[in-house]
């Protein structure tokens, strides 16, 4: 018997720190329970969604009416084999990054204090600097809904700016294996030190928000577009536009979904009115708006 829960809040399971509830709801303790509930909710029909550490995403506040499956506080197991790392879907990508480092292993490093977890930078091939997650992905490890288990190299992912194969696929992804460059371990630590302390200046990492709300337009960025439409610091209820960094939304504390959605939307509205730019939303809208 699969150990479902009801009616679990998930704005406790995500970093906007909004949302209703999910209908069903499972910490999966391993990949053959995490398997066994993917496959059941398949044959019966049940919406299902797989949420990391559920950071570029926003939550309806009516929750969602399937199950849910989180994997941010399980699935976190890390195997070294020479230059080759395999993480399991629930890593963190922050830890991820602090293991290979302390391995003297080169490749992702700019990819610190990036929210989220393994399974969610597969997906949306996370990013930071000029280092993707894609670049020194050897295979990543899947499973169809019907559970059978799927292993796809580089090259069959699909992998672009914010986006791979899964991103239209209904498969649940279990681990990613990459192939690193041995580094100088104290360098890449430097280095980590540095990307962070650039960050915690120009990013409201403190604060409950998903990471960047929209992608990189075609030869712009988002946070400059939106800042000189003189939209940092614009509020809808609790939610606001941070003066720290015009392309993060935070929450300053009781902001529902819909504020933060509709502050999405007039920052969309009104930099496409004055610069003629559309911008794509990077965050995931989940249930019913």
């Not at 906007?16 to 909710?41: H, I, M, V, W």
């Not at 309806?60 to 941010?72: A, E, M, P």
């Not at 990508?93 to 700019?110: P, Q, R, S």
């Not at 960025?221 to 536009?241: N, S, T």
């Amino acid at each position: 018997m699969i150990p479902f829960l009801n009616n679990i809040p998930l704005s406790d399971y995500c970093t906007y720190r909004s949302g209703g509830p999910a209908k069903q709801f499972l910490k999966p303790k391993n990949q053959q329970e995490l398997t066994d509930a993917f496959r059941f909710a398949h044959q019966n029909n049940i919406p299902c969604l797989i949420l990391g550490k559920g950071s570029n995403v926003l939550i309806s506040d009516k929750g969602f009416d399937g199950l849910v499956i989180y994997t941010g506080d399980t699935l976190n197991e890390i195997r070294f084999n020479g230059n080759t790392v395999t993480a399991e879907c629930g890593v963190l990508l922050h830890d991820l990054v602090a293991a290979c480092v302390d391995k003297g292993l080169a490749g992702i490093e700019d990819l610190t204090l990036i929210p989220g977890t393994v399974g969610g930078a597969v997906r949306m091939n996370a990013g930071a600097f000029q280092q993707s997650f894609a670049d020194h992905v050897f295979s990543v490890l899947s499973l169809t809904p019907d559970g059978k288990k799927m292993e796809r190299t580089k090259a069959e992912l699909c992998f672009g700016y914010r986006t791979s194969c899964f991103v239209k696929s209904p498969e649940l992804i279990l681990s990613a294996t990459l192939d690193l460059v041995p580094g100088d371990r104290a360098a890449l630590l430097q280095r980590v030190a540095e990307d962070q302390t650039k960050r915690k200046a120009k990013q409201p990492w403190d604060s409950a928000c998903c990471g960047s709300v929209f992608k990189r337009p075609a030869g712009r960025f988002a946070g400059p577009l939106i800042e000189q439409c003189g939209l940092k610091g614009c509020r809808i209820g609790k939610a606001m536009v941070s003066p720290l960094h015009a392309n993060f939304i935070v929450n300053e504390g009781g902001a529902s979904s819909a504020d933060i959605r509709n502050l999405i939307f007039h920052v969309q509205q009104t930099v496409q009115e004055k610069t003629g730019v559309l911008l794509e939303p990077e965050v995931l809208f989940i249930g019913e708006f």
